[in-house]
């Protein structure tokens, strides 16, 4: 067996590149800034030689060419959604459209100032509201604030909203009820909102069961807040019920949108009975990952949450778009000014382009991509929950692991094979896990690839077990030693004594 | 479609393999009355001219650039070299996200490395993290993690000069235990109020917040307020919006700041309403498991060659979950990635002199000021880009207004966000404005 | 001795990915365009069924995600000067300033059209009339043309205006010398141009002399066409008196001006009695060379030749610039339009940033780098001409081809150890060349590692002679098949059959 | 300055290791006499931020987009995918020089090979070459190829009807046997006048150029073209300079075209004051020796894997010298990237698309006029997205400046390069016209 056939990945030729600092030498120069058409001050007159630096001690020194080959040599060590199948579960790394990064920098939106009177930057507030619009229709929701700046802030930010609802009510409650599946950020906001965490089991089939709820809940669970479809992939189908529950005692039904590329334009969480939902725009809405953000979490509710919204809101008047900051029921500001509006505008060109008529579609590829990779690799995979799946789908290293192949090994394989890793070690529910997303933009030749790439490492672990340790072998730098880098932190550059 | 590849064929294939009919069946697991039986309203598909039309119609619907404008306030508009943009364009960069496989993922890593790195030698501090949202949330969780340190000590002063949205976001996250956030006061120099400040500096204080430069552009005298923090025992947190003026000024790390958040925008270039933002963050090695967000520390690779990888991840929520140091997750790696590469570009020499620059301007713009009737210089002590004038002709609503007109935007209103403030303009200058911009602007003030 | 310390390359992961053909399947579409918002006509109604195409046979369909990963995946294979030291002789493989792409498409430019009405296109012609004058003025010249869109298409243009110059006199000459030492688009444009072309042997100091262009010179030599500094990167330090020699029998001299960058500032070949030379604009003036254009070869004369250029001349009226097309004399058009605009603006961007300051210093430190990498090389390989160097230095393999160590084992070997090549085999004169030119915007330190690599190269010629053979190792691809390329043309793809 | 890393040092250890004492002295080889004693007289040097205000100025000085614009002759005003343009940034595609080097330039050669394939696919053609500079100066390359295979054969013909640029160029590269090239006429339907054309071939012949469309906007009828002229046993050379017509037109090659040369701007998106232009070539398989340019072949590497070269480069001037097929070197390569990146993306359903909306909207336009008094089709034949007016009320000079006035550019005046055609004005209309850009046009001509 050759395990390379059919795979993308090989070797190349990359560069070795130092850090910025050992590139740099006295009296070199990346910059070209015009002379002073104003009188050129002495800093230490206006502030006192004490107050002024000499220089900033030991800040690097480059030409542009210099920089720019050093930065580019850095990106040719990365792997992103451009360079291939990046099926990281739970992270939606779909293809990001060239376009919208072309129109993100429209000059009109670049020089546009959180401070400027509404009336010069209409533009910049109509895409606000009209993406608040898109994003409530498409969740079945009432209201929209975009302030968040990414799906963690939009949970704190959507589970403050709760709390000002029943503090409102008089009402203080003091648990959230988060499953057992949760992502980290899940019950990390409810601790950071005031909560106690209050972990429910979900049950064999990978869903929450009413009963399970039922039991947890009381009049101090200010929300039930759950993932839906869950981090396992699986839609909750016992929803509906669960939230009668819920409301029943006077809860309100958190849904963490980080899913929402299974359901858009197929089912709506607000008609499923949930009160609140964010979304990550950097996963369902096709913004770039960054390599880390920025991202955007946008937060849609139902109008009983309304009022508590963050400041300011945006509004319709007869002479234009308006902030307004009358809302005294509001939790208050979020984060600074409105939000990560470059963000809104690679998603609201995004929704525009898919419109009325793709939006739907997108959902139901990525479903049937990762439905497609499940029916292909669930004979030689473990897969811990038989249950369904929508958008992603959660096997574990069972099989493998007998053989002395675990999960860490697999996903290292992958990348030797020119694949970025699946999720791993996540949903913490399942022992070992591999959660794989492929999104709807990869072609069924590139799951088919993925797939075959993943029948040959199971062979391998079969034949030839041992050898998985010294993966990955093709990258710029082989494993890296994670146990040192904790151990002795260096977290930063310093200048040779 | 142009973003989905599945042919016709395709789509059979791949239902059959499944084995169900067809796609809708694939969504059997969502109860029939749970499933949306309409399309969504959503407007119609666009194509990309179309959509070129669609979005240019509405950034050209942003008025602002038949303004000269003089405003600041927390968000500036800097010059940014071309060569930043070319390397955000970069597939292999935009495209990747958190280096969870550092293997496949050292481009975002070096370069993390090398941000932690320049941010700390700006700032004169040990440490500083991967990004946090913005210079507000940073603000917020300096806050919190004071508390966290502080142990016992849960009262948190900050100063009425601190950035009001930086407040604004700090009540928030601290929401629960309002009475623990406490302002304290400004004195006639724009700066913090010593007696003030010495008034509510007890054992129950777990930090003292203030800006440098604070919202009223005016430097604060750190060590002095270093001293009276660290003799109560409390921690001291630095913000700022205006990151430039390190590139004349000390970092607070020199006169003993513990946390310094902030906001980095202004190593971005674009303003664009106010985000993309970076948010600041660093603090001393002794405070590194209380710090929240993402490190990224240097180590070997199986082969001993240097690499890099996200470390000390047991503060974090994918790890400790409800008892990790911050929620955040995803940050703003990229804008992390453009502040590196203008920071290396502009780098030791090209900073203090985009500074001086920025300084001169201001200076020119205030001696002008000085010069005329009827306006005065708010507060005495020293700024770097931004200052207060007092209207003592009219309101400030009122001058604004008059120079709106002629297509000047003078700063921003104090009095929305300091009452006191009623007849005062809080304005701006940088490297963007030409002698003439601001020449014009002292004449139409003295006109108004 | 380990040959790779020091050195940048290394191997990382990169990418298999297949002709854009076959990843084609049917139905997919990578478009996106409005629907028609007039009435759709029928195409075979117009033109009659016959000439009217079913489909474009066999033309790919691709979505927009496998588009850029396909072209993304391409782009890393290649080696730019954003890789890395690429010290291609007579190519000036300077650094490509950034701003400069981006100003370049400004929306201004981009959308000009040279059938606009002249009050339509101020801008761009404003820019035309400036680029001229600092060309010329750099040159020492008196006018120029920028209408060529290479190198090759410059000297053709300027000899066509020699030809038209002897013509006018009445004086049908039908010679053109041209040294040993010459590129081969020199002979190739003089044949072009309808001139027999005659070699002139350069001396042992790699100079061409006075005595052996006497020698060669009579009335029917139309003009001398030399390259100065000439390709060995020698400057003909006769050139005065050749030009008197020249200008005696009625011949003019011509200028291949590929090595610019060494004279910029310093020398104007106007100065020494050239009367025409083409510059290369993706040479000297850092335009980008695009893997292989379009480049820029503008034409700078003295006022002698200045009738013939090419139609239109830009000229500057009351009412602004214009387009004079009543040049009588002129040789007419030898471009469609006016020539290569982007590429122009570049250069124009680059002239206006360096400035009267920098220009003089970009040749000084072309100069510079290549005398210390001569300098520190010389002892190891062999140089054939000791006569100093200007902007480029030439060695041979002699020293290593007794080891069994050629030329092009020395330039793969360099491949594998993260460098470009230097360009081998030229100029002809010299047996089994190797032409280095670092250009200005290497840093010491990138001199260094080159030099260094280029030392343990010798040093492994002696070792392990053998091993050169199997190089490269790391590039994606290694020593590709020149003869069977050449035996058995496959120029295209075809569908299988 | 920014682009020049050496620094004081690097210099002076430079400068001893080469052992001169200065950078003057690297210079001493170029006699004193010779060497410019004062600084070039250029403009002073210009920071970023400058350079930026400077060509904005510039740029901004073209006055277009203040018109309603139907000017095509040649270079059009089409659409291109954002995509395009971010693989055209990609350092290593346009950084790179041509691919001498094949083992680290396989992306620029598989490109090539992909652009070669593409081309040769929608002209119907055998095979294609790397490019040429654009559409004249390959036509006039054809011109030349044609006459090395025609040895004996060395007349030219070419129809009056092909671009007039087009005929300039060629007439400039055969300035040395003017009477070589010969006009065919043109008639009354805007085609090669057949009469005209069968008393001019002879065995003298090399070959006839036509251009289809052709100037005029018509389509020849290339099938009988193909047939006088093989009979002839001259070459028939097909040109264009509106390639977008073969995506609903069949390619020249299948009407038995020898050589099709043309302009491929209308793939690039850009106009670009018409450059960079991309010259498209192609010919048949047995005249490939005879075939100017370069060309990109399939392989093998050490290891058997498929790779790719350039090949059949003994027809070139750096092996062959005065003996080459062409003096052509670098060519338009960066252009026929984007070429390829453009046609992969339209593909075979979009291109044909976007042809037919060309088509539509053309038509549309010509449906219009047809019903304005006072204005007439000049021609009765098919015609793509381009056509002749003829204006019977007015010269057309003045009715083109009322629309001018009016801020509509009524395409170009024929008159300047057909005498004959004193009041005709060659239209264009691209799917960038929307349906009231033209009623716009129609309404105007109707009050000129
Ligand atoms: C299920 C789930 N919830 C929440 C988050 C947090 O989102 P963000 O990283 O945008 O803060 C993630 C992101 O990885 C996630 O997968
Ligand atoms: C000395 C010399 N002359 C002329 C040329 C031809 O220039 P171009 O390739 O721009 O046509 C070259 C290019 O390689 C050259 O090196």
């Known amino acids: 067996m050759n395990m390379y056939e059919n795979t993308p990945g090989t070797t190349g030729l990359v560069f070795e590149e130092p850090l910025i600092f050992e590139r740099s030498r006295p009296g070199r120069m990346g910059y070209?800034?015009?002379?002073?058409?104003?009188?050129?001050?002495?800093?230490?007159?206006?502030?006192?030689?004490?107050?002024?630096?000499?220089?900033?001690?030991?800040?690097?020194e480059v030409s542009e060419p210099e920089t720019m080959r050093h930065?580019?040599?850095?990106?040719?060590?990365?792997?992103?959604?451009?360079?291939?199948?990046?099926?990281?579960?739970?992270?939606?790394?779909?293809?990001?459209?060239?376009?919208?990064?072309?129109?993100?920098?429209?000059?009109?939106?670049?020089?546009?100032?959180?401070?400027?009177?509404?009336?010069?930057?209409?533009?910049?507030?109509?895409?606000?509201?009209?993406?608040?619009?898109?994003?409530?229709?498409?969740?079945?929701?009432?209201?929209?604030?975009?302030?968040?700046?990414?799906?963690?802030?939009?949970?704190?930010?959507?589970?403050?909203?709760?709390?000002?609802?029943?503090?409102?009510?008089?009402?203080?409650?003091?648990?959230?009820?988060?499953?057992?599946?949760?992502?980290?950020?899940?019950?990390?906001?409810?601790?950071?909102?005031?909560?106690?965490?209050?972990?429910?089991?979900?049950?064999?089939?990978?869903?929450?069961?009413?009963?399970?709820?039922?039991?947890?809940?009381?009049?101090?669970?200010?929300?039930?807040?759950?993932?839906?479809?869950?981090?396992?992939?699986?839609?909750?189908?016992?929803?509906?019920?669960?939230?009668?529950?819920?409301?029943?005692?006077?809860?309100?039904?958190?849904?963490?949108?980080?899913?929402?590329?299974?359901?858009?334009?197929?089912?709506?969480?607000?008609?499923?009975?949930?009160?609140?939902?964010?979304?990550?725009?950097?996963?369902?809405?096709?913004?770039?990952?960054?390599?880390?953000g920025p991202g955007s979490g946008p937060v849609s509710v139902k109008s009983v949450l309304e009022p508590y919204l963050p400041l300011p809101r945006i509004v319709r008047r007869e002479e234009g778009f308006r902030w307004d900051w009358d809302r005294p029921k509001s939790i208050g500001k979020i984060k600074g000014f409105h939000g990560n509006f470059g963000v809104m505008v690679r998603a609201y060109a995004y929704l525009r382009e898919m419109g009325r008529e793709h939006v739907r579609e997108a959902a139901e590829r990525a479903v049937l991509n990762a439905n497609y990779v499940r029916s292909?690799?669930?004979?030689?995979?473990?897969?811990?929950?038989?249950?369904?799946?929508?958008?992603?789908?959660?096997?574990?290293?069972?099989?493998?692991?007998?053989?002395?192949?675990?999960?860490?090994?697999?996903?290292?394989?992958?990348?030797?094979?020119?694949?970025?890793?699946?999720?791993?070690?996540?949903?913490?529910?399942?022992?070992?896990?591999?959660?794989?997303?492929?999104?709807?933009?990869?072609?069924?030749?590139?799951?088919?690839?993925?797939?075959?790439?993943?029948?040959?490492?199971?062979?391998?672990?079969?034949?030839?077990?041992?050898?998985?340790?010294?993966?990955?072998?093709?990258?710029?730098?082989?494993?890296?030693?994670?146990?040192?880098?904790?151990r002795t932190p260096v977290l930063r550059w310093k200048p040779a004594e | 479609m142009r973003y989905l590849p599945h042919t016709e064929d395709d789509i059979r294939l791949m239902l059959d393999q499944i084995g169900v009919g067809s796609i809708?069946?694939?969504?059997?697991?969502?109860?029939?009355?749970?499933?949306?039986?309409?399309?969504?309203?959503?407007?119609?598909?666009?194509?990309?001219?179309?959509?070129?039309?669609?979005?240019?119609?509405?950034?050209?619907?942003?008025?602002?650039?038949?303004?000269?404008?003089?405003?600041?306030?927390?968000?500036?508009?800097?010059?940014?070299?071309?060569?930043?943009?070319?390397?955000?364009?970069?597939?292999?960069?935009?495209?990747?996200?958190?280096?969870?496989?550092?293997?496949?993922?050292?481009?975002?890593?070096?370069?993390?490395?090398?941000?932690?790195?320049?941010?700390?030698?700006?700032?004169?501090?040990?440490?500083?993290?991967?990004?946090?949202?913005?210079?507000?949330?940073?603000?917020?969780?300096?806050?919190?993690?004071?508390?966290?340190?502080?142990?016992?000590?849960?009262?948190?002063?900050?100063?009425?000069?601190?950035?009001?949205?930086?407040?604004?976001?700090?009540?928030?996250?601290?929401?629960?235990?309002?009475?623990?956030?406490?302002?304290?006061?400004?004195d006639a120099h724009g700066r913090v109020d010593p007696a003030d400040l010495e008034s509510k500096l007890d054992e129950q204080t777990a930090c003292l917040i203030v800006g440098h430069p604070n919202y009223f552009g005016v430097l604060e005298d750190l060590d002095a307020l270093a001293g009276s923090v660290h003799d109560a025992k409390a921690l001291f947190v630095v913000t700022f919006s205006e990151p430039l003026a390190f590139g004349l000024l000390h970092g607070p790390g020199r006169s003993g700041a513990d946390i310094v958040?902030?906001?980095?925008?202004?190593?971005?270039?674009?303003?664009?309403?106010?985000?993309?933002?970076?948010?600041?963050?660093?603090?001393?090695?002794?405070?590194v498991r209380q710090m929240p967000g993402r490190v990224c520390g240097m180590t070997e690779d199986a082969d001993g060659r240097r690499g890099f990888v996200l470390t000390l991840s047991t503060r974090e929520q994918h790890i400790r979950r409800e008892k990790a140091t911050s929620n955040i997750c995803t940050n703003q790696g990229l804008c992390a990635l453009s502040a590196t590469v203008f920071l290396s570009l502009m780098g030791k020499q090209g900073l203090r002199r985009l500074a001086a620059l920025n300084l001169s301007k201001a200076e020119y713009l205030k001696a002008r000021i000085r010069e005329l009737s009827g306006y005065a210089l708010e507060h005495d002590g020293p700024t770097f880009n931004e200052f207060v004038i007092r209207c003592e002709r009219k309101p400030a609503a009122d001058i604004h207004r008059a120079l709106y007109e002629k297509k000047i935007l003078a700063g921003v209103k104090l009095k929305d966000d300091y009452p006191e403030f009623g007849s005062h303009l809080l304005v701006n200058v940088t490297e963007t404005h030409g002698r003439e911009d601001i020449d014009r602007l002292v004449r139409a003030l003295d006109e108004a």
């Open chain 2, 261 to 287: 958040a902030g906001e980095g925008q202004s190593f971005l270039g674009a303003m664009n309403y106010g985000g993309p933002s970076l948010g600041i963050f660093s603090t001393k090695d002794k405070y």
């Open chain 1, 32 to 60: 070209s800034l015009p002379a002073s058409d104003v009188p050129e001050v002495d800093p230490a007159a206006v502030y006192g030689a004490e107050r002024v630096r000499e220089s900033i001690a030991h800040f690097p």
């Open chain 1, 71 to 292: 930065f580019v040599r850095l990106s040719q060590w990365n792997y992103g959604v451009d360079s291939g199948f990046y099926p990281l579960g739970s992270c939606t790394m779909k293809y990001n459209p060239k376009i919208n990064e072309t129109l993100s920098r429209l000059p009109g939106f670049l020089s546009s100032h959180p401070s400027y009177p509404a009336e010069m930057v209409q533009g910049s507030m109509e895409l606000i509201a009209a993406l608040e619009c898109m994003l409530a229709e498409i969740a079945g929701m009432d209201a929209t604030t975009l302030q968040p700046s990414a799906g963690a802030h939009g949970e704190l930010t959507g589970l403050m909203l709760i709390r000002a609802y029943h503090l409102d009510r008089g009402d203080a409650r003091t648990k959230i009820l988060v499953p057992d599946s949760a992502h980290g950020t899940n019950p990390a906001s409810s601790a950071l909102c005031g909560y106690k965490v209050v972990e429910v089991k979900s049950g064999q089939d990978g869903c929450l069961h009413p009963n399970a709820v039922a039991a947890a809940m009381d009049e101090q669970v200010a929300a039930l807040m759950i993932t839906n479809p869950n981090t396992l992939g699986i839609f909750e189908k016992n929803i509906r019920e669960i939230a009668e529950i819920v409301h029943a005692k006077g809860g309100l039904l958190y849904n963490d949108g980080a899913n929402m590329n299974a359901l858009m334009g197929v089912a709506r969480p607000g008609d499923m009975g949930f009160d609140v939902i964010q979304y990550n725009l950097h996963k369902t809405m096709s913004t770039p990952h960054g390599g880390g």
């Open chain 2, 24 to 186: 809708s069946d694939l969504f059997g697991s969502i109860p029939a009355s749970l499933r949306l039986d309409r399309p969504l309203d959503l407007p119609p598909a666009l194509s990309e001219p179309e959509l070129i039309r669609e979005l240019g119609r509405l950034a050209d619907a942003n008025r602002q650039n038949e303004y000269s404008r003089f405003v600041g306030a927390g968000i500036y508009d800097h010059f940014a070299p071309a060569m930043v943009d070319h390397i955000l364009l970069r597939s292999e960069f935009y495209t990747a996200y958190t280096p969870y496989q550092p293997e496949v993922s050292q481009g975002t890593l070096q370069a993390i490395f090398e941000y932690q790195s320049l941010i700390s030698l700006l700032m004169e501090m040990e440490i500083t993290n991967a990004s946090m949202y913005d210079g507000a949330t940073g603000c917020a969780e300096a806050a919190l993690m004071a508390r966290r340190i502080g142990r016992k000590r849960k009262r948190v002063l900050i100063a009425r000069s601190v950035h009001p949205e930086f407040r604004r976001v700090t009540a928030t996250y601290l929401a629960n235990d309002p009475d623990d956030l406490v302002d304290v006061d400004v």
């Open chain 1, 376 to 486: 292909m690799l669930k004979d030689l995979y473990h897969l811990p929950y038989e249950t369904a799946s929508m958008h992603e789908v959660v096997f574990t290293d069972r099989n493998q692991k007998d053989r002395g192949v675990v999960t860490m090994d697999i996903a290292k394989r992958l990348l030797d094979m020119g694949f970025h890793a699946p999720t791993i070690y996540f949903p913490l529910v399942v022992h070992s896990a591999l959660m794989i997303e492929p999104t709807e933009t990869e072609s069924k030749e590139s799951c088919d690839r993925f797939i075959d790439a993943m029948r040959r490492i199971d062979e391998a672990s079969r034949i030839d077990p041992q050898s998985f340790q010294e993966y990955p072998k093709r990258t710029f730098r082989r494993r890296l030693n994670e146990v040192l880098a904790a």
